[in-house]
């Protein structure tokens, strides 16, 4: 099939790292994206990593890929409040995204 | 610079009428994309475009959906005889490079 699969929610303290997690089902999805969206926006692309990396850092985004197990994770260093959004993860089959359901992180100060 | 643009932002509509929804890309992005994304869902691919024609339309739901992008820049998304399992929000993407896609804010459209 081509469900993308992540938990639904998240819960951290401000300043601590949040780790969120994704599993992908198509071994042959070259890119893999994260992308943030606020209450009421649109999509907006954080990061993405070639499949054939293991990591990508960015500032305070860390992607880690695992290609044998399918799982990509996202972990945000020092997460402030304006972190607080749901995550998506998604997987590129030809020309399009397919997205898993989202993560919604809510970071308490 | 300016990124991907959606018109309406909202549009209300009867069950049974049409509507067109319209997507500015990214001046110069050669692929437009189009989801639409349930509440509470992630979103789902309803079909792109390279420059003029349909590269992919296999995400369309039925033949009530239709997409144009005549002169390969500005697309239009049409839905005839809408339904109230319609509603959804509706984003549109730009590709220069098929690497990344960027995404307009969407159009909320609601079938009553």
């Known amino acids: 099939g081509e469900d993308v699969e992540q938990s639904l929610f998240l819960s951290v303290r401000e300043g601590d790292s949040s780790v969120i997690n994704c599993t992908y089902t198509d071994s042959s999805s070259t890119y893999l994206y994260w992308y943030k969206q606020e209450p009421g926006a649109g999509l907006q692309l954080l990061t993405y990593i070639f499949s054939n990396m293991d990591m990508k850092q960015d500032q305070r985004l860390t992607v880690l890929l695992n290609k044998k197990d399918k799982h990509l994770s996202l972990r945000i260093a020092d997460t402030q409040t304006g972190d607080s959004a749901i995550y998506f993860c998604a997987e590129r089959q030809g020309g399009k995204l397919i997205f898993g359901q989202g993560t919604e992180l809510s970071v308490k100060p | 610079g300016a990124g991907v643009s959606q018109t309406p932002s909202n549009k209300v509509t009867e069950k049974g009428k049409y509507v067109e929804l319209r997507c500015d890309p990214i001046?110069?992005?050669?692929?437009l994309y189009w989801y639409r994304q349930s509440l509470g869902q992630g979103p789902e691919f309803l079909i792109y475009?390279?420059?003029?024609?349909?590269?992919?339309d296999s995400g369309l739901p039925n033949d009530r959906f239709f997409a144009v992008r005549p002169e390969g820049s500005v697309s239009t998304l049409k839905i005839q005889r809408t339904e109230r399992g319609d509603s959804a929000v509706y984003l549109c993407?730009?590709?220069?490079?098929?690497?990344?896609?960027?995404f307009g804010p969407g159009t909320r459209l609601t079938v009553l």
């Open positions: 475009f390279q420059g003029t024609g349909a590269a992919d």
């Open positions: 993407a730009s590709s220069l490079d098929a690497d990344t896609q960027y």
């Open positions: 001046s110069g992005h050669t692929a």
